[in-house]
Structures are given as structure tokens and as C-alpha cells.
């Protein structure tokens, strides 16, 4: 079988072997082994985040797949060459393989996956911050779970583009700050009880960017409250489909 894929992440296999997650935009999410010592062309070309075409071999009998060639088109060598580049491609590798590769448009999930490691390869530093919540966001416009902010969705009522919201996870939307204090009536502090403050200043950002490519990233800088905000509603939507917290998105 020959696909265009993208290399998420590797780890060792055996002596000298190693296993390879790819995301293809025929069939997802592949688990391939990959085969060859240290000095292997095939080993060095399989790397995390080369894309390019992959040729696999697969085995009915034992129904295991084998990475036979790759021929890498997209190497990417500037995400390792800052800190902060390879923790934030890390997190965006982390999040496509915990939510399965976005659950069936696989050429769409490649497509916005490498969108942003495009972007991250010659990226500084404090860009690479802005790039991970980006792609949280627009990756929770493709699982269909970005919320609207125009409206609370408890009483239907318009907030303002400068009121506050606070997003819920349990609702898996935002509350005007009235339906917030009302849900909160054990008088805990808002963010203890597990809403997600979103305000002005990380709504006209959220808004602002999810027309744009992340190479742009760079010109659309916000304060330091509001990206705590962005932060935190990013990775709390998508913490909310999958159960749990990545410990790749905290860095």
C-alpha cells in the first residue's frame, strides 16, 4: 500500500527496530514497524514530523504492517532546532493521536497537522506558544466542538463582544456571567468549580485567528491574561472529548 503520511512519533521496537505512528490521508492512523540499526536510510527518513510517501507492507496472517520505504518531501529540520518549537509540535502530535486522527476525515487532519508544524519549523519562540492553542482550536472546529461565545447557552441570551463568558466543560459551552453564578451557588471561586474564564481580549483573539494561517501568528500578539485564557479554553475543550489531560500541552 502506498499513501501520503505524515510521521507523528516513533519509539524503540526490540533491539534495533522501531515502531512508527503515521497519519495518512488514506487510512488515519497507522502503527508500522520500521526496521534497521541506527544507520539506516529507511530509519532516518521515518523521523517524527517528515511527511512524505509511505509504502507498507501488510501481513493478514499476523496483521502487523511493515514501513518498507518513505520517501520524505517535508523534513522540517528547524522544529528541532529551538526548544519550544519541538515541545509545541510534541503537543500537536500528542492531541491527533489521542483523539484517533480526528475520527475519519483523514485528509483534513493531515492537511491542519501540518499546517501547524509547517508554521512551528521557523517559528521563535513566543510564536510557538500561540501556534499550539491555534491548532487546539481549530482542531476543535474539526471535531465539531468549538463553541459560540455570541450567546450563553444556558438562557439564549447575546453577550456582547466585550462581555464575559465562561466556558463549561460539562456543558461544552459558554455561560453569561448571570447562568455562571447561578451554576456556581456553592459559592467556590469560578475556575474551582471548573469554568474557564474567556475574556474580551481572548474572544477578539480566538475570533481574529481561526480565518487565518498559522504562519500569520506571528503579527497577532495578545496580553499576558488573555493568552492564559486561550490557553486554558483550548485544552480544556479538548480535554473534555478525551477524558483527560495531555501532559504535552503544559510546557
Known amino acids: 500500500m502506498c499513501c501520503s503520511a505524515l510521521v507523528l512519533k516513533t519509539r524503540a521496537s526490540g533491539e534495533s527496530n522501531r515502531e512508527a505512528w503515521l497519519l495518512s490521508a488514506e487510512t488515519g492512523l497507522v502503527r508500522v514497524t520500521v526496521f534497521g540499526g541506527p544507520k539506516s536510510r529507511l530509519r532516518a527518513y521515518a523521523s517524527p514530523f517528515h511527511s512524505g510517501q509511505a509504502w507498507i507492507y501488510h501481513?493478514?496472517?499476523?496483521?502487523?504492517?511493515?514501513?518498507?520505504?518513505?520517501?520524505?518531501?517535508?523534513?522540517?529540520?528547524?522544529?528541532?532546532?529551538?526548544?519550544?518549537?519541538?515541545?509545541a509540535a510534541d503537543a500537536v502530535a500528542e492531541t491527533v493521536l489521542a483523539s484517533h486522527g480526528g475520527g475519519g476525515n483523514w485528509g483534513g487532519a493531515l492537511s491542519l497537522t501540518e499546517a501547524a508544524l509547517d508554521a512551528l519549523a521557523d517559528a521563535d519562540g513566543e510564536t510557538c506558544g500561540r501556534i499550539l492553542p491555534w491548532f487546539l482550536w481549530q482542531w476543535a472546529d474539526f471535531l465539531g466542538l468549538r463553541p459560540e461565545f455570541a450567546h450563553c447557552c444556558h438562557c439564549g441570551k447575546s453577550v456582547p463582544n466585550g462581555g464575559m463568558v465562561w466556558f463549561s466543560p460539562r456543558e461544552g459551552g459558554a455561560l453569561c456571567d448571570v447562568c455562571q453564578r447561578a451554576a456556581s451557588a456553592d459559592g467556590r471561586p469560578a475556575q474551582s468549580a471548573g469554568f474557564v474564564e474567556v475574556g474580551p481580549g481572548c474572544r477578539l483573539w480566538l475570533e481574529t485567528v481561526r480565518r487565518l494561517s498559522p504562519a500569520r501568528l506571528k503579527r497577532y500578539t495578545l496580553d499576558a491574561k488573555s493568552f492564559r485564557e486561550v490557553k486554558a479554553l483550548t485544552t480544556a475543550i479538548i480535554a473534555g472529548t478525551l477524558g483527560r489531560r495531555l501532559a504535552s500541552w503544559d510546557w
Open 59 to 87: 501481513d493478514p496472517v499476523k496483521d502487523t504492517r511493515k514501513l518498507t520505504d518513505f520517501d520524505a518531501r517535508s523534513w522540517r529540520p528547524g522544529i528541532r532546532e529551538l526548544y519550544e518549537r519541538a515541545m
